[in-house]
């Protein structure tokens, strides 16, 4: 039986995690999407990182793809999508998701609070 630890290997082992710092660089030149993967209670509560995306993981699938009526124009397969969420956890595996869904260049950046904490810049959700 599978255990939600081999998910998690597979995810991290096809979805490159950056440093907090070269997260940080990445959003600074400003040419990468970010997605926050939490729920939006979650986003209410602590902020997110400066003009990322609002994707809940259960809408990741629905969202990337281009023929459900929920797509987000934002994510181009060419385009660095950059993932957050509490931990790195949800954002390895939506990751991974993505990877399998076409899209070359994922990275998981991580959770909010190391970002919060190394001074990326956020923004408050209502």
Known sequence: MKRMKDY????????????????IAIHAKGDAVFID?????????????AGALHIPRGMVELSADPDTPFYKPELQKDAHLCLVCGGGVMAAMAGKTLKE???????????IDAWKAAGGPTEDVE
Do not use: F
Not at 8 to 23: G, H, R, S
Not at 37 to 49: P, Q
């Open 8 to 23: 998690l290997d597979e995810a991290n082992a096809i979805v490159p995690k950056a440093t907090t710092e070269d997260a």
């Open 37 to 49: 993967v939490r729920d939006s209670n979650s986003l209410r509560d602590s902020g997110t990182i």
């Open 101 to 111: 869904m076409g899209y070359a260049n994922v990275t998981n950046v991580g959770g």
